[in-house]
């Protein structure tokens, strides 16, 4: 867990008793509300955190629990590093708005971090992105579709707000959550690799901002809203 605190940013516990296991030798202040992220680095088990201050990666092997393998700064205005980081392979992708507006991408080794590239064109400020098939995807000021590779954006569109989140599903579509409750379906890249497409959309809550991101477990779809309304809605008949 990410707790900031004045012994180590990241403490471990053990998951059936509760017992503090190590603690990590970063002290940054936790982020706003991102959190770690598993990563391999040269085969080395690692997460990654967007503190309020840089990307840090830690280990979490055995006697080497806690030890930064790499750190890169990034800092943003009004403590406003909200998106959780996404992995792929010994890559990381980091994205904040305010003094940034950039999407980032960085290659992590255990000497250290550097950058691939970073694109300021776009951003987000509050979706977690997620990497897939060579892609990444966000939902903050419309869905966007960005190459890996590259970091040129394909494609963007939809009534998308600041609030907003996506997740993928097995068959290469994007569930998007948004606004005050707006819930839709998104073809990837893989179906409309140079536009944007909706499927369908649904008003699912009406009252207040959905920060908080879509979760899709067990055939079963949950949106919460800010003031803590909750629908589950059933999405497979099993």
Excluded at 28 to 51: F, K, N, Q, S, Y
Excluded at 120 to 135: F, M, N, Q, T, Y
Excluded at 138 to 166: I, N, P
Excluded at 177 to 185: D, E, M, P, V
């Amino acid at each position: 867990m990410e707790v900031g605190g004045k012994t180590g940013n990241l403490v471990a516990f053990d998951t059936r008793t509760g017992r503090q296991l190590w603690e990590s030798e970063n002290l940054d202040e936790a982020a706003h509300t991102g959190g770690p992220v598993p990563i391999t680095v040269e085969g080395v088990p690692c997460v990654a955190v967007l503190t309020l201050r840089n990307l840090v990666v830690t280990r979490i092997d055995g006697a080497n629990a806690g030890r930064t393998v790499a750190t890169y700064s990034w800092t943003t205005d009004f403590a406003n590093n909200i998106a959780t980081p996404a992995v792929s392979g010994d890559s990381v992708i980091i994205t904040s708005a305010y003094n940034h507006y950039a999407m980032c991408r960085v290659k992590v080794t255990l000497k250290g971090a550097t950058k691939d590239w970073e694109n300021k064109e776009v951003a987000s400020g509050v979706c977690s992105p997620l990497i897939h098939d060579g892609r990444v995807y966000w939902a903050w000021r419309g869905v966007h579709c960005l190459d890996f590779e590259t970091g040129k954006e394909l494609w963007s569109g939809g009534k998308v707000g600041s609030q907003g989140s996506c997740i993928l599903t097995s068959d290469d579509r994007l569930i998007v959550y948004a606004n005050k409750g707006a819930l839709s379906l998104v073809e990837t890249a893989q179906r409309s690799p140079k536009k944007y497409v909706q499927v369908a959309t649904s008003t699912v809550l009406s009252k207040t901002d959905a920060w908080p991101h879509v979760v899709l477990a067990d055939g079963r779809l949950v949106c919460r809203d800010r003031n803590g309304n909750v629908r589950c809605m059933a999405v497979s008949g099993k």
